[in-house]
């Protein structure tokens, strides 16, 4: 049996509040929360050519564009938003795609050792173009529909502009990496 670590029961006092995330501190940890039960929703979306939909945008905290699958926040304007729900209207806002039916996959945490944020990864299925997505005015989000084939091509290539990489893409590229 494993022992509880050290902090484990030491109260988690906030440091600092925004809109949409808290810095905690918990005994010796530092880390990021997101508030008000705000979620997150990660979206693999192929379309019947066999194409990944991805989406590249400007991060500020990276100080660049990065390509990643689509994602969004679950519950930011409507508090109790189903993960379905969400994440099918982050898929349309983002990339103009419209999925007649959202399968989730299960939840993961992205980043443990620096935040408690995890997400919802979903299958987008049965896609219909009724949009130009790119998202909010401010969100320039660029969308690219990338054969499966040539994912790995498409990466290096985005790589080598200077563009980041999303972890989360290692879902697409884990065969290439490890095979």
């Not at 007649?100 to 935040?115: A, D, K, Q, T, V």
Request: include cysteine; proline fraction near 4%.
């Amino acid at each position: 049996m494993t022992k509880p670590h050290r902090d484990a029961d030491a109260p988690a006092e906030t440091a600092w509040a925004g809109r949409y995330i808290e810095v905690k501190t918990q005994g010796q940890w530092e880390y990021v929360t997101r508030r008000n039960g705000i979620q997150a929703a990660v979206i693999v979306a192929i379309d019947d050519a066999d194409r990944v939909v991805l989406v590249e945008q400007y991060r500020v905290p990276l100080g660049r564009r990065c390509l990643e699958l689509p994602a969004g926040l679950i519950g930011d304007e409507t508090a109790g938003e189903a993960v379905a729900a969400g994440a099918a209207r982050e898929l349309e806002e983002e990339t103009g795609y419209r999925a007649g039916r959202i399968e989730e996959l299960g939840f993961f945490y992205s980043s443990p050792g620096m935040n408690s944020e995890g997400f919802t990864l979903v299958r987008a299925h049965e896609l219909e173009k009724v949009g130009p997505g790119g998202g909010e005015a401010d969100e320039d989000i660029e969308v690219h529909l990338v054969p499966r084939t040539e994912l790995a091509r498409f990466v290096l290539a985005k790589r080598t502009q200077g563009v980041a990489m999303d972890v989360k893409m290692l879902l697409l590229l884990a065969d290439g990496l490890l095979g």
